[in-house]
């Protein structure tokens, strides 16, 4: 069994600031790690996705997250946020071996970008 | 390609009526999937089809069924919807070539 959590529900942030939305998750066996983003009444977007190799992922919109695996940690970042931004983030997990019917996902945080 | 499409988006129903909700998929995925979203709760999984043909339940499939009816279409019923019910749904697919699992816009169900 697997667990994600997103200790953050809200974060506000001001225009052109920076942003990190924290991800921490607990499994006995080994992920694959993703982000979404829902933007207002629309389903969820890929944003980026961990699978192997590097640790450091680049994702589209200029986010990226880094795993960090003895923190169990998956949190993403943007160095200047746009208006545009504002959404919902979801990580999520799912095993290696489970497919996407094991998948777990955390609760959300909502990303409010201030003008 | 239209992707993953889901119809109605919006919907009201009375506590025992049924209804069904309807996905389909142009984009060659052999998993389909079916989930709700809560707010604070993140989305569960309710029912997934690995293949055209198969159907297995999710975290929390009571009160629901599902059909396969082809490779590109899974559709979600409710029997007698209750309160409870009342969620956004979103439905998913997958190809088991591609790490990556695409959404559709998702129907907004309200249960008096």
């Known amino acids: 069994a697997q667990s994600v959590t997103q200790l953050d529900s809200q974060v506000p942030v001001f225009e052109e600031a920076p942003v990190e939305l924290r991800c921490n998750y607990s499994?006995?066996?080994?992920?694959?790690l993703f982000w979404y983003v829902q933007y207002p009444n629309q389903g969820l977007q890929l944003l980026l996705k961990?699978?192997?190799?590097?640790?450091l992922v680049k994702g589209i919109n200029g986010f990226e997250a880094e795993f960090n695996k003895s923190q169990t940690s998956f949190h993403l970042r943007k160095p200047s946020v746009h208006i545009s931004d504002t959404a919902e983030y979801f990580c999520?997990?799912?095993?290696?071996?489970?497919?996407?019917?094991?998948?777990?996902f955390g609760t959300g945080t909502k990303l409010q970008v201030i003008p | 390609n239209a992707g993953v499409t889901q119809t109605p988006k919006f919907q009201v129903l009375k506590t025992g009526q049924s209804m069904t909700l309807q996905c389909a998929q142009d984009?060659?995925?052999?998993?389909m999937y079916w989930y709700r979203q809560d707010p604070g709760m993140g989305l569960r999984l309710i029912y997934y089809?690995?293949?055209?043909?198969?159907?297995d339940k999710g975290e929390v499939p009571n009160g629901y069924n599902v059909s396969r009816l082809n490779k590109r279409e899974f559709s979600l019923r409710l029997e007698s919807a209750a309160p409870s019910q009342t969620s956004v749904y979103f439905c998913?697919?997958?190809?088991?070539?591609?790490?990556?699992?695409?959404f559709g816009p998702g129907t907004r169900l309200l249960v008096l």
């Open positions: 961990y699978l192997s190799g590097s640790t």
């Open positions: 499994s006995s066996v080994s992920v694959y």
């Open positions: 089809s690995a293949s055209e043909g198969t159907t």
């Open positions: 998913a697919g997958s190809r088991s070539d591609e790490e990556t699992q695409y």
């Open positions: 984009m060659n995925h052999n998993s």
């Open positions: 999520a997990v799912v095993p290696l071996s489970g497919g996407y019917q094991k998948v777990t």
